[in-house]
């Protein structure tokens, strides 16, 4: 019990904090996302600073939960997913028997140009139109099915709060644009530096 208890904590936070940072890379480097988050953390929080948040509130920030889900497809945090199949199973044409481990590239499916469209663009707008097909696909960040991650809703509740909270207050610009996400490739990607300028907004 206490290795379980242990593992979902290290996992939750290690997944958080590391996408939160991948998270404020790409909004500094998209100024028309980063304006349109904050007048949308600005109309659904109103101005008060000092506000807090409820869980109805952070529900209704839905584009800022489009940047979040957009980060996840283009540069997961978790690029890599190992799965064993219980029974005999036939894809492809191939035979796998049962107990065989299945190494999944999430990073490849996230960004394969048979699933995405322009793959390669940060577009948050994709998971907005919900008369886009491409709002319903599937983010496998989380895994799916009976053994999807059971702290997907709170880390992506967590994830919206942290950055409205910051971009509520401050203006958060990284201190080198030119410089690439740097990171520590384990299970997941850790990131290694962010280094930014964060300066309190004015009333």
Known sequence: ICGNMMEAIAGGIDTASNSLCFVIHYISH?????????????????????HKITYEEAE?????E???????????TVPIM?????????IGGIKFPANTQFFINLQGVHNHKSTWTNPEEFNPERFMDKSNPESKKPLYSFSLGKRICPGKNLALLEL??????LYRKYDVE??????????????????????????????
């Open 66 to 76: 489009a940047i979040i889900k957009e980060c996840f497809r283009i540069f997961s």
């Open 82 to 90: 190992f799965k064993k199949n219980t029974n005999p199973d036939i």
């Open 160 to 165: 919206k709060t942290f950055v409205a909270l």
């Open 30 to 50: 998209y100024p028309k996302v980063r304006e349109r988050l904050v007048d949308e953390i600005n109309r659904v929080l109103g101005k008060d600073p000092n």
């Open 60 to 64: 209704n920030l839905e584009y800022c």
């Open 174 to 203: 990284l201190t080198d644009m030119n410089a690439p996400i740097k990171y520590r490739m384990t299970a997941l990607r850790n990131c290694s530096e962010l280094k930014m300028r964060i300066k309190k907004k004015k009333d």
